[in-house]
């Protein structure tokens, strides 16, 4: 098993790395293609909508092909588009790419993240979102390297495009270890069922813990795109400073991941969420004060938020019931990419008319709500998913 956990680590490098790719090349690639700034919006639409579907569909794939396999195709469905996406020439052939790499990621997180709930510890699924983490910060960085080499955004996405088919071939290889891995435990009864979405939703407490996916990761989300403006137009931040300390926030996720990954053992997962959330509000509280003084406030919103994600995943077969949880894990990551993708938007369309100085207060509503939510459900005394 060690092993396979070493490929599942590699792939979630793989799902990060196209993830910020759009937004670090548009600045060059909008121009290339004559299309207009705003269209990265349309696009990242189109993304997240193909993450969403694929997520839902995410448990009836796994049940009939396995994870192994699922992963293998889904991660062959981000390469084959990202190659596309490098031959692109007008803004309707990046929008027709957009659909395989939205469901190619979608279908991937959703099966990896319910194969780690049942196989793994908590550690290393906190671990885990730190490996795509660091995807999601090297795929700038090579976007960025061959930008400054003249060679252009296309040579970023097709380096991309072979460091995915590298993993695909990796995938193929070792679908061995991933049959070796469903003969062990409990695994294959619970792949030989169909737990529907429409049932899941019935179980007990998870729409507590869908809706708190979507508060969660919409406060990501909002806090990424929005926090470098927000502390140059409402804190008089240089931009270079206002992009550094807006990095720290991803650099604090990463850190509070590896350490809820030595605490898990020692620290129940509701523990680890709550004494989170309770960080990650006075991390918002100090974007409340003036200037300088409001910079702390990054780090610790992405340090307290770090073990939100991996510890309500990890928890989801436990709570719902293990044959109930790759439905539970879809309807979850389908939450998620719905708050990630709607309230960034509705923040902007907001400080259209209340100015960037809403920030503090949209991510405090959004982190007491996770908080409460995850309060919420951990006084439910669940009987393995209960319908």
Not at 216 to 243: D, H, N, P
Not at 354 to 378: H, N, Q, R, Y
């Amino acid at each position: 098993m060690t092993y396979l956990l070493i490929i599942i680590y590699i792939a979630f490098i793989s799902l990060g790395l196209p993830d910020a790719l759009l937004g670090s090349a548009w600045p060059a690639m909008h121009i290339d293609i004559s299309a207009p700034l705003s269209a990265a919006g349309l696009i990242s639409l189109i993304v997240s909508a193909g993450t969403i579907i694929s997520s839902l569909m995410s448990n009836r794939l796994v049940v009939r092909f396995k994870t192994g396999k699922v992963t293998m195709v889904s991660v062959f469905m981000t390469a084959a588009a990202l190659l596309g996406i490098s031959f692109a020439g007008s803004l309707w052939q990046l929008c027709l790419f957009a659909v395989p790499l939205g469901l190619g990621a979608g279908s991937v997180d959703a099966a990896l993240n319910n194969f780690v709930s049942l196989h793994y510890k908590a550690r290393h699924m906190n671990w885990l979102h730190c490996f795509w983490g660091i995807g999601a910060t090297c795929g700038p960085m090579i976007m960025a390297f061959f930008l400054a080499q003249q060679q252009g955004w296309k040579m970023a996405y097709r380096v991309i495009f072979l460091l995915q088919i590298i993993l695909t071939l990796i995938l193929l290889f070792s679908l061995p270890l991933w049959k070796k891995a469903g003969s062990q435990g409990e695994t294959h009864s619970v792949e030989a069922k169909v737990i529907s979405n429409r049932e899941a939703l019935r179980i007990k407490g998870i729409k507590y813990a869908l809706f708190g996916f979507m508060c969660y990761c919409g406060y990501e989300a909002t806090t990424g795109l929005w926090t470098s403006s927000f502390l140059v137009m409402q804190k008089g931040i240089s931009v270079e400073r206002a992009a550094l300390w807006a990095s720290l926030f991803y650099a604090g996720i990463s850190l509070g991941r590896v350490l809820a990954g030595f605490l898990s053992s020692k620290l129940s997962a509701q523990t680890l969420i709550r004494f989170g959330c309770i960080i990650g509000i006075c991390g918002v509280g100090f974007l409340f004060l003036p200037g300088e003084f409001a910079l702390p406030g990054v780090a610790l919103i992405g340090f307290g938020g770090a073990p939100f994600y991996p510890q309500m995943i990890h928890e989801t077969p436990r709570r719902f019931g293990k044959e109930a949880s790759g439905a539970a894990m879809g309807l979850q990551m389908a939450c998620a990419y719905v708050g990630t993708t709607a309230i960034p938007p509705i923040v902007g369309l907001l400080s259209r008319s209340f100015s960037l100085s809403i920030l503090p207060i949209v991510l405090l509503i959004l982190e007491i709500g996770a908080f409460v939510l995850s309060e919420k459900i951990s006084t439910i005394k669940f009987r393995t998913g209960e319908l």
